[in-house]
């Protein structure tokens, strides 16, 4: 849902980073933007907090009323919101589609999947306060062997090369294409089961023939990814859990 507000006179002031509502603290990304005629607010993907996209100069007082007639309408949405994982020993994340238990072990190692006696476990090593960082370095690891040669493949079939292939933790989409043909991913779409990859790959590639999604680019992303439909519907429906883990 958006919701607008006339622009306000000039004036320069530090933004707040962060939003109190239904006693919860939230970042709070304040974004001008010069085509803007009107607030508007959105609550970011995976939950990760709000953002107000405002017309340039839009006075800090403006905003923070515009929040304030909003409130109920943040605090039965946040009411809603599960609450965001943190990555920690002890819970199960999914590698693949697969749910593991993080496993913390003191000393040195490689970031590992190991048989557990109570099924597959992600085993870390190291300082527990980098717990966090091995797990998703490792998740960044995880996805480019999987997505380069997806790429690869999938660009032989469009004959259309990829220029470049990035890896980022994006809160607003899954995948990119440039018009240069640069390709970039969200590394926590290796979480996701290995069809829901493809489909991604197929969708970003499909886009360096067709640079829309008009009628064709859809046709030639059934042709790569023949599953598309499905895939497409999984992320819909679980990509905003993945996006709410916290590391």
């Known amino acids: 849902m958006v919701f607008g507000l006339t622009r306000a006179r000039h004036r320069h002031e530090q933004r707040p980073d962060s939003h109190q509502v239904a006693g919860r603290t939230l970042p709070l990304s304040i974004v001008e933007n010069p085509r803007a005629k009107r607030l508007t607010l959105r609550i970011q993907p995976g939950d990760r907090g709000l953002k107000v996209t405002v017309p340039p100069g839009m006075a800090q007082a403006e905003i923070d009323r515009f929040l304030a007639r909003h409130e109920g309408w943040l605090a039965g949405k946040i ?3 599960p609450d965001r994982p ?3 020993p002890g819970i199960k994340l999914p590698v693949l589609g697969v749910n593991h238990l993080i496993v ?3 000393g040195r190692g490689v970031t590992r999947i190991e048989d557990g006696a109570n099924g597959p476990e992600l085993v870390v090593f190291g300082a527990p306060e980098h717990l966090p960082r091995r797990v ?7 996805a480019r ?3 380069e040669p997806l790429v690869a493949r999938h660009a032989a079939t469009v004959g259309r090369p990829a220029r470049a292939v990035r890896f980022k933790d994006t809160v607003s989409r899954w ?11 969200s590394w926590r779409i290796a979480m996701a089961p290995p069809r829901v990859i493809d489909y ?5 590639v499909a886009h360096l023939r067709e640079m829309n999604h008009g009628a064709r680019f859809w046709a030639l992303c059934e042709d790569l990814c023949p599953d598309t439909k499905r895939c497409k519907a999984w992320l ?3 990509g905003s859990k993945l996006q709410s883990i916290v590391f």
């Open 79 to 81: 009411a809603k919101m």
């Open 86 to 88: 943190q990555v920690r």
């Open 104 to 106: 913390h072990r003191p």
């Open 136 to 142: 998703a370095d490792f998740l960044k690891k995880t």
């Open 145 to 147: 062997e999987r997505i």
């Open 175 to 185: 995948g990119s294409c440039s018009s240069e043909g640069n390709l970039s991913f």
């Open 200 to 204: 991604l790959v197929a969708h970003e």
């Open 236 to 238: 819909k429906r679980n």
